[in-house]
């Protein structure tokens, strides 16, 4: 045997070998499933929560400030009222301590009119007032997706909701959503 034919016997033998393991290899590729089968999709939400003003308007009662806090005015014309009412029942020296009586009865009722009168004298008014409350809402942040490959189940989160099979990739599972729903 020369040279020449032992190469090519090596360089045949190996382009065999070559051969050959590229086609078990693209005949793994070619029985590799493309699609997994989706057995379940579960949405999956989170809390948020938002805080938010809320005003609203409320009825409130004031005393109005008062002017005259003895109460003078009520008390003169009181006593003096008192005193003219006394002086017109007695006679004599009667009248006089009927006088000095009546006026004093009648600067004390007139003291406490004015400040009954006083008291009750209060203002309504509208005050607006607000306060935070804090509202609640769902979020959707994705699926949890359970899916069954060549019999063995697996769980992924996805962000976008498949359909009946998930795109396999290398043996993968695809979870990137497909051109269609990226937009």
């Not at 360089?11 to 699609?35: D, E, I, W």
């Not at 609640?136 to 063995?152: A, I, M, W």
């Amino acid at each position: 045997m020369d040279k020449s034919m032992m190469k090519g016997i090596a360089v045949g033998g190996l382009a065999m070998v070559v051969l050959g393991a590229s086609g078990v290899t693209g005949y793994q590729a070619l029985t590799k499933p493309k699609f997994a089968d989706v057995v379940a999709v579960k949405e999956v939400r989170d809390t948020v929560v938002t805080p938010q003003e809320r005003c609203g308007y409320v009825q409130t009662r004031r005393q109005v400030p008062v002017k005259d806090e003895n109460r003078l005015a009520g008390t003169v014309i009181g006593g003096v009222a008192g005193g003219l009412l006394g002086n017109q029942i007695g006679g004599g020296n009667g009248k006089k301590v009927l006088t000095v009586a009546g006026a004093v009865a009648g600067g004390y009722a007139g003291n406490q009119v004015q400040k009954n009168l006083q008291q009750n004298d209060v203002v309504t008014t509208s005050e607006r007032r607000c306060k935070t409350v804090n509202l609640k809402s769902q979020k959707l942040v994705g699926y949890d997706v359970t899916y069954r490959l060549e019999g063995q189940d697996g769980t992924v989160r996805t962000s976008f909701k498949p359909g009946h099979t998930l795109p396999v990739k290398d043996g993968q599972v695809v979870t990137t959503p497909p051109t269609d729903l990226r937009s």
